[in-house]
């Protein structure tokens, strides 16, 4: 289990309730430190479970709490969002109760679960569990995106029946421990990897193939030049990684890693699959190594063979073919340990009846299928199928079953029954454990760490993330076979019955090494096997690393003074900036201890630049109201005797660590400096920026002093002449006053005194040639010019279809009105009607596109477009639509599944009409679109989830509320039989399904549902001949069909001479889609092509499923 804040990485991340959950939040998982105030000191967890029946669910307000209930001495309850926390899954937290109450400084530490109950199958109970160091700053903790609110709200999942949802806390108070003062290398010689958001599956498998030495080795031989760029070559990056786990003294960063893979920030904060990551990561080193002194090294150690078989049991025939592998997928469900899987693995399989093998010249015969292995390699990786596929639930479950794996597996057991008869006998083979992949969680998200033996000692070592431990091996081995385990209640009278509590912690993946093998590959790996140009590169980056910690241990010793000069103003200012003098991180900085004097800096200065102390005038910045930095003051005599450090005490009142200055130097005609003029309180320095309109070209001119009763007119010629105009060129002269939050640049009284202008020393007069009357510059005078500049911003469009590619690039004003960026982008695009395009903000924390586009006008400016939250950006994604926007945002676009009467075929039909249609509308739209088999034909629309129906939609029922996106909305024709029903007729559903013997025979619906007329007295024999003659079964097809009245799940079969109406009577069923006629059989039919399932299906897919992708 991760510390508190370490690792919070759920595809739903753990978070503090928040009322933003939109926002950042991968990035406000931070490390603190732990308090031990208010902490219990125990030597094992006291634990409790709370269950709260939550009734009348769909009434609940935005946001509810539970009863407090007492755990460790403390007092808890549940906070819920039954609506969500503003997304569209239910939000639901561990809160402290009272919090404000407690003292200062408060803190506690918990382990903690959070289950909402599956009231029809317990198993399929969504559990979420973390641990969390409460405190004032973050007393409550959880998950917003629990689960989808479609999952939670539909009625035959089983998590809200009858109105009611069931939710449960198991809660255990841990002492507090100083996480942080762990010193991994110290206690263990070994260093962890940090996480970057989401990549400790990635961590744990790079330090299984770290520890693999002869791995090590192969990749350190793998030619890289020091010409190559970590970030750009994977071979170089993972020599590096690997270097700095073998002699760095701390945890080492994976970043030069990853994006050596392409991967962005998005891509690390994607858990995604161990063995995906480690199929795709070798296939890539086997492509990068070929041709290379190490090729075939991923083979050599990874590489295996089976030999799938077919034999005729009847006739002299046999089919075979040898295939590779670098893992094996084992299964878990069924089987008690490693061995009963690979015997499940190698299993014959007897093709007979309808499933006879079709043999070359032979035809239909009986046979036995199966695998037997020809050799197995000398690393063997097994893949424990923790995971698999729910029909029922068209998601992903995780396995939590015991599991038991053996410190040595012998795969030559009972004769070598794994072994095909060609394989190599002399092998023995015979392995040890190596390492155990963990998977701590549930199916959408958790923690992965290893256990790992790097030298097949007994000594164990736990690599979870940053932090590696000495382990015992019971908590390598039992621990991680996952199961149940029986906690004791430690609060009497609390729900008292002991309860189990499933482990879902417990190994996802095993690595063993033949014994044979053993002495080849944990080898020796040391500097000589390491390039000299990766040497020298690392050890210069360690150099440098080390410096810059001397450098940050001592920083409390020196100042850092930036010393800002007339060049830095000439080479900036209208390139780099445009308002205020001077980017002081571009200046010329020096490193001064703190104690020196500041006479002995100047000297420092003279001699790095040139300019004799007596010519040396330091003015010091100050950063004024209304937010400009300006020279404020020259430093005085008394000053210049102090030292460096109280100078900046004197000059910095943020207590900064830099000093910064502007150094004043007069030079003569042959450019040398001279000395200064004496300043008196009368001289004001200013600052001097001339534009030019024609070229909107904007750059410094230089500065000199005026005396503060004297008038700018005075000084026009002057002015002129600096800037190459004629000596009475008529000018216009405008103060620069700030720029944050708005541009104020107002014109300067040329008659009035500069005391009467309320200038003084560092401001700055921007200045330019009079405009001209009907000038066609596009911004005539400075203001607007410095308007425009303030406001513009470049802006990198993307089609919404590629949102990871730049298309185009557009530059923009910030005050830019909605209808203003849409005709940009329809100009460019050479589109006539700007209201078709649709634009989406972009997320700044996912690095995709936010969900919802912008409404139509629905921002005020391009600004509105580009915020998320604190942080702005400069990407929109577009599309072209194929109507005006407003016109789209008044319609409803439902997807509709046309079920044809007579013909077996299935169209997908785009029905839009404004929002305040009903349904009757979309069914006269759609019989203008779709086949009928008699004109007078009428038309129902239907909702189907799972194959099972809903709902018959009324005709008058509003579009507006149809939700498509979940369910398969379908339009059928209403059977003649169906509209003259006699008053003892019943309509039942009648479903296809079949037994997954996967799943403990539970059913498994498939294929279209119907509706079926049943008469009065009528028997099963007399309706399965309607039913044939509906679906056009063949007899020998249909014989083989079995049939069932279902009530929640559970069939009961039919005899031929049942009555079928009399099963139809119960009136206090959930829903009449729980009760129906099921049709038992195996699903031949070939599949429809349902657009609207497949999409519900891609909604489906969690965080762990998505593919890995290296891109280099």
Not at 786 to 809: A, C, G, I, M
Not at 810 to 820: F, G, N
Request: proline share 5%.
């Amino acid at each position: 289990m991760p510390p508190p804040h370490l690792e919070q990485e759920d595809e739903e991340m753990e978070v503090p309730n928040s009322d933003n959950p939109e926002g950042p939040l991968p990035m406000e998982v931070q490390a603190e430190n732990i308090s031990t105030v208010d902490a219990p000191i125990v030597d094992d967890p006291q634990s409790g479970r709370f269950t709260w029946t939550i009734d009348n669910f769909s009434r609940l307000m935005r946001k509810v709490y539970s009863d407090s209930f007492q755990v460790g001495g403390y007092r808890w309850r549940i906070l819920v969002f039954p609506k969500g926390n503003n997304v569209d899954h239910l939000s639901m937290y561990l809160d402290v109760v009272d919090s404000v109450l407690l003292p200062y400084g408060w803190s506690r530490y918990a382990q903690f679960s959070l289950t909402v109950v599956n009231q029809l199958h317990n198993k399929f109970s969504i559990r979420k569990e973390t641990s969390h160091q409460f405190n004032a700053r973050e007393s409550d903790w959880g998950f917003t995106n629990f689960m989808p609110l479609s999952e939670l709200l539909d009625p035959s999942r089983g998590y809200v029946v009858n109105d009611t949802c069931v939710v449960e806390a198991d809660v255990a108070v841990r002492k507090v421990v100083d996480y942080w003062s762990h010193d991994s290398k110290k206690e263990t010689g070994y260093v962890g990897l940090k996480n970057q958001g989401a990549t400790c599956y990635m961590n744990s498998l790079l330090q299984t193939l770290y520890h693999i030495p002869y791995f090590r080795k192969a990749v350190y031989h793998m030619p890289t030049t020091e010409n190559d760029m970590p970030s750009g070559s994977i071979p170089l990056a993972l020599q590096s990684l690997f270097y700095k786990l073998q002699y760095s003294d701390s945890s080492v960063a994976t970043k030069e890693l990853t994006k050596s893979f392409g991967w962005d920030t998005y891509d690390a904060f994607m858990q995604h699959d161990v063995q995906e990551l480690n199929r795709v990561l070798c296939e890539k080193l086997e492509d990068k190594m070929k041709g290379t002194v190490v090729e075939g090294t991923i083979q050599q150690l990874f590489e295996g063979h089976h030999m799938n078989y077919i034999e005729c049991i009847n006739v002299d025939y046999k089919s075979t073919r040898k295939e590779s592998f670098y893992d094996l997928q084992l299964d878990v469900k069924g089987c008690r340990d490693v061995y009963d899987s690979f015997d499940k693995y190698v299993e014959v399989e007897r093709l007979e009846g309808d499933n006879k093998y079709h043999a070359e010249k032979y035809g239909l015969q009986e046979a036995r299928k199966g695998v037997l292995f020809i050799d197995f390699p000398p690393v063997l990786q097994l893949q424990l199928k923790r995971f698999e596929y729910d029909f029922m639930r068209d998601t992903m479950v995780k396995i939590n079953d015991r599991y038991e794996f053996p410190l040595q597996l012998d795969l030559d057991r009972e004769d070598g029954k794994y072994l095909s008869p060609e394989a190599d006998r002399r092998v023995r083979n015979l392995y040890t454990l190596h390492s155990v992949l963990v998977h701590s969680g549930g199916v959408h998200g958790g923690h992965y760490y290893a256990y790992i033996r790097p030298t097949l000692s007994d000594q164990w070592f736990k690599f979870d993330d940053e932090r590696v431990t000495k382990e015992e091996a019971k908590r390598a081995l039992e621990e991680q076979y996952g199961g149940e385990e029986e906690l004791p209640h430690t609060n009497p009278g609390f729900n008292n019955s002991p309860f189990k509590f499933t482990k879902y912690s417990n190994a996802y993946m095993l690595v063993y090494i033949r014994e044979s093998d053993k002495d080849k590959i944990i080898c020796n790996v040391d500097e000589k096997d390491i390039a000299e140009h990766l040497r020298v590169r690392l050890k210069k980056e360690q150099e440098e690393k080390e410096l810059k910690r001397k450098e940050k241990a001592e920083a409390h010793l020196y100042t850092i003074v930036k010393v800002a000069r007339d060049a830095d103003l000439f080479e900036q200012i209208g390139e780099d900036i445009f308002f205020d003098l001077v980017d002081h991180d571009k200046v010329r900085s020096f490193r001064i201890q703190k104690q020196i004097p500041f006479s002995v800096f100047k000297e420092e200065v003279a001699k790095e630049l040139g300019v004799p102390v007596q010519y040396q005038r330091f003015w010091l910045w100050a950063k004024r109201q209304n937010h400009t930095y300006r020279p404020n003051r020259p430093v005085t005599p008394q000053e210049e005797a102090q030292s460096v450090g109280q100078l900046r005490e004197v000059s910095n009142k943020a207590n900064s660590a830099e000093l910064k200055l502007f150094l004043e130097v007069e030079t003569g005609q042959d450019f040398r400096p001279i000395a200064l003029p004496e300043k008196s309180t009368e001289d004001l320095l200013l600052f001097f920026k001339l534009y030019d309109p024609s070229n909107e070209e904007f750059r410094y001119i230089g500065r000199f002093y005026v005396s503060a009763s004297g008038r700018p007119m005075d000084i026009l010629t002057r002015l002129n002449e600096m800037a190459g105009f004629a000596r009475d060129e008529e000018i216009e002269l405008f103060e620069e006053i700030k720029f944050e939050p708005q541009v104020m640049c107002e014109l300067v009284d040329k008659k009035s005194t500069f005391r009467a202008n309320q200038l003084e020393d560092g401001d700055i007069i921007c200045y330019q040639k009079t405009p001209k009357v009907g000038s066609a510059d596009r911004y005539p005078d400075v203001p607007s010019f410095l308007e425009y500049v303030h406001n513009r911003q470049v802006v990198r469009f993307r089609s919404l279809e590629r949102p990871k590619e730049d298309e185009f690039s557009l530059e923009l004003s910030k005050l830019h009105t909605y209808d203003d960026v849409v005709t940009r982008v329809a100009q460019h695009l050479g589109l006539d009607d700007p209201s078709k395009i649709r634009l989406t903000s972009h997320n700044c924390y996912s690095q995709q596109p936010k969900p919802q586009p912008i409404k139509y006008r629905g921002v005020e400016n391009l600004s509105d477009m580009l915020v998320h939250y604190n942080q702005t950006s400069d990407i929109l994604y577009y599309e072209v639509l194929d109507i005006p926007l407003p016109e789209l945002q008044g319609l409803k676009t439902l997807k509709i599944a046309f079920h044809h009467a007579t013909k077996d075929e299935v169209l997908i039909h785009t029905i839009r009409l404004p929002k305040q249609c009903d349904v009757e509308d979309v069914i006269n739209d759609l019989k203008s679109k779709v086949d009928l088999s008699h004109p007078n034909a009428e038309l129902r629309l239907l909702e189907v989830f799972y194959h099972k129906i809903y709902k018959i939609f009324s005709p008058s029922e509003k579009i507006e509320n149809i939700n498509d996106q979940y369910w398969t909305l379908r339009a059928e024709e209403i059977p003649e039989e169906e509209k003259n029903l006699g008053p003892n007729d019943r309509l039942i559903h009648v479903y296809h399904f079949m037994k997954d013997t996967t799943q403990n025979q539970q059913v498994q619906n498939f294929g279209d549902p119907f509706f079926l007329v049943v008469h009065e007295g009528e028997t099963l024999a007399d309706v399965k001949l309607r039913i044939q003659k509906k679906l056009q079964v063949p007899d020998e097809e249909f014989s083989k069909w079995k049939f069932a009245f279902l009530s929640l799940g559970r069939p009961e079969y039919l005899q031929d001479s049942d009555v079928v109406s009399s099963r139809f009577q119960r009136r206090d069923i959930y829903g009449a889609w729980e009760q129906y006629l099921g049709l038992e059989h195996t699903d031949n039919a070939p599949k429809k092509s349902y657009a609207v399932n497949q999409f519900s299906i891609l909604q489906n897919r969690h965080a762990f499923e998505k593919p890995v992708k290296i891109y280099n």
